[in-house]
């Protein structure tokens, strides 16, 4: 019988071994495909283009059982290393020391693959049955634009007629040791560049010009004149930041014809993205109106990035009740259920099943030096491997 890939650390150097900085692969889905044959998964191996953007390698894995239908979803592609003698150990080494392995993406994310793939060798080889299907969502662009990656990904699977029950995806949540934090929402993500259009003149005649920089200025302020919300049961209060203010302006003493400014705003689910918009305008207008003495109201235009990051939190119970009573079961500690942080793939998941996030300890990711404990990845090993167990078992309690 072939062996099946019960160490996480093993599971873990092959990945790291492969240089897989987006857009390239450089063998890591090879890799853990090679990893999941054993295990009676049919892998697919997607490649999706977009004009403008690099090719993207996928994997989706499947190992088909009757039952219930959970899906692990991550990415195998790391950010760069940077430069490489800033380390004190070769960044696509895998080498351990002193307890710990080394290298770019052992904790975000190529960590979170190899436990997972471990704790499903681990119940397998048990004997115990998988009563239901488990499959592998994996993409190779989730650091980079994110275009040729989970979002396609998702949506080739759904229209083979591949449908899920839940799913756990393998990112980083934990600030400090496993155990703190199981993510079970994000923030919604909004951003906008405002122009302003003044008139030109020169500056020791402001009166014959109108300076869009004041108005700018007036503008943004006015975006930030009181919060936008004190947060809600589940989230952090809504929080807008002024990114840049630009006026291309190389002269001091030419009043410009137009200024902008950008803007991102973390949002929770106090709002939608119309009432959100609708308030940011309503601001916009104050302040376009503030301090113009007897002219007109300023002329400004906002321009809308999209697409939006939506905010969403997952009422799952049968989900997160089973990851967190694996997390307590296995560390003895009583995981936060939280919203925080930036967005992530769970956003384009949570449109086709409920979603959490649990995963590594994130303190090293994108530095320097990243590395994981060893002892970490058996931790997150036996917590995925019970999870597996506990969720498959509540489902068919059902
Ligand atoms: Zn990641």
Redesign the pocket.
Known sequence: MTRLPTDPAANLAALIQCPSVTPDDAGALDALSAMLAPLDFVCDRPVFSEPGTPDIDNLYARRSGNGPHLMFA??TDVVPPGDPDAWTHDPFGASVSGGAMYGRGAV??KG?IACFVAALARVVESGRPVPGSVSLLITGD??GPAINGSVKLLKWAAEKGESWDACLLG??TNPDAIGDMIKIGRRGSLSGTIIVEGTQGHVAYPHLADNPVRSIVALCAALKATPLDAGTDDFQPSNLEVTTIDTANPAVNVIPARASASFNVRFNDSWTEETLKAEIMARLARGAASGRDDRPPARFGVDWKEPVSQVFLTRNEALTGALAASVTAVTGRDPVLSTSGGT??ARFIKDYCPVVEFGLVGKT?HMVDEHVALADLETLTAIYADFIIRWFAGKAGR
Do not use: L
Request: charged share 40%; net charge negative.
């Open positions: 991550g990415h975000d994310m979170g989730e650091e990112e980083p992530s793939d990711m």
